[in-house]
């Protein structure tokens, strides 16, 4: 796949409801639910292998040893500068959605926007 198909692919995951959004960490578990971050579903989806790590209740996946960015590889599927990894990181985190963030990706990307956007 090429780039403009990976962030197709992301973006409308992002859109499909079936990722429960979380914070801090590219995906977690915490009884028996599982929560990404919107990086976390873009590693998902990419089928990147993660490995578990219990910390406290939730148990912290890994993917690549790393459990809130991407590494540089992975970044580079979705041609994902550092600036904007740090960007999606801070929106996620201090609480929009992950529709509002496919729709910042899609206008600074100049892609149409998706069939379950509203």
């Keep these: ?6 962030r197709e692919r992301w973006l409308a995951a992002l859109e499909s409801n079936k990722f429960k959004q979380g914070k ?7 009884q028996n639910e599982v929560f990404y971050c919107c ?6 989806i990419m089928d ?3 490995k578990c790590r219990k910390l406290g209740e939730k148990v912290i996946h890994l993917f690549n040893d790393q459990s809130s ?4 590889e992975e970044a580079s599927f979705f041609d994902l500068s550092e600036e904007l990894e740090e960007t999606l990181i801070k929106m996620n985190d201090i609480g929009f959605e ?4 496919s729709l910042f990706l899609r206008e600074r990307w100049n892609l149409p926007n998706g069939s379950t956007q509203k």
């Design 1 to 6: 796949m090429n780039i403009k198909e990976n």
């Design 24 to 30: 801090n960490y590219l995906k977690y578990e915490i």
């Design 39 to 44: 990086l976390g579903v873009a590693l998902e």
């Design 48 to 50: 990147i292998p993660s």
């Design 69 to 72: 960015t991407m590494t540089k």
């Design 98 to 101: 992950f529709d509002e963030i």
